[in-house]
């Protein structure tokens, strides 16, 4: 029954090896988000998605990519993981920018 | 962007109501009143929101002043399960309400 599937719920990387999170949905909605949450703080919009078209926030690093080949699929890129990157990763989709989101799990990154 | 302020913490007993203030003294006119929350290492849940009128689900009730510069989430009877960080977004005319701010977090006392 989950609606926004996240895998893998935990990763581990190393410092600059490139790694790639999954989000999909059964939703069929238009618009995919995704957020970093660090330890204790707000979650933070990296980047979305209304349909094919792709809407970065001014302040997320180039260091993270995003690809959406199909409706039901999201993917989030990070190209040389920092240290800094540590971080739950949560993907969230609605079926348009102004309604309610409907979150995934999250992955919880670790970087070494 | 409109921009939320909300207490830290709070703690709220058992069966009580719990009421958790937001002021969104920035918003515009036509900008919806978003709120979530996020109970411990799990995504965010969206709760309710409102525009001017105040709306009540299965979850929770929202109150919005008059001048709408302010909301209250209302739990009527409050359980453990409802510990939780409780996110309010005050903007989602042009998506602002992908703008969390920095929550309070509600501790439900048993």
């Known amino acids: 029954d989950a609606m926004v599937i996240q895998n893998p719920r935990y990763q581990v990387t190393q410092f600059g090896k490139p790694v790639t999170l999954s989000c999909s949905q059964t939703?069929?909605?238009?618009?995919m988000y995704w957020y970093q949450q660090k330890s204790s703080q707000a979650p933070k919009l990296l980047f979305h998605?209304?349909?094919?078209?792709?809407?970065n926030e001014a302040d997320t690093p180039d260091n993270f990519q995003s690809r959406r080949p199909n409706t039901s699929f999201c993917f989030l890129d990070i190209r040389s993981p920092g240290l800094g990157d540590a971080a739950m990763y949560l993907c969230?989709?609605?079926?348009?920018?102004?309604?309610?989101?409907?979150f995934g799990p999250g992955t919880r990154l670790t970087v070494l | 962007d409109a921009k939320t302020t909300q207490p830290p913490s709070m703690d709220c007993a058992e069966g009580r109501a719990a009421n958790l203030p937001c002021n969104h003294s920035t918003i515009s006119g036509n900008e919806y009143v978003y709120w979530y929350r996020q109970i411990h290492s799990q995504g965010p849940q969206y709760i309710i929101h409102g525009l001017k009128n105040n709306e009540t689900n299965e979850m929770a009730s929202l109150i919005i002043t008059e001048d709408r510069k302010s909301s209250t989430l209302i739990l009527p009877h409050a359980t453990l399960r409802d510990t939780a960080v409780y996110y309010c977004?005050?903007?989602?005319?042009?998506?602002?309400?992908?703008?969390f701010g920095t929550g309070t977090s509600l501790t439900v006392i048993p």
């Open positions: 969230a989709t609605a079926i348009n920018l102004y309604n309610e989101q409907f």
């Open positions: 939703l069929n909605h238009n618009v």
């Open positions: 998605y209304y349909d094919k078209d792709f809407n």
């Open positions: 977004i005050g903007g989602a005319n042009t998506g602002n309400q992908f703008y």
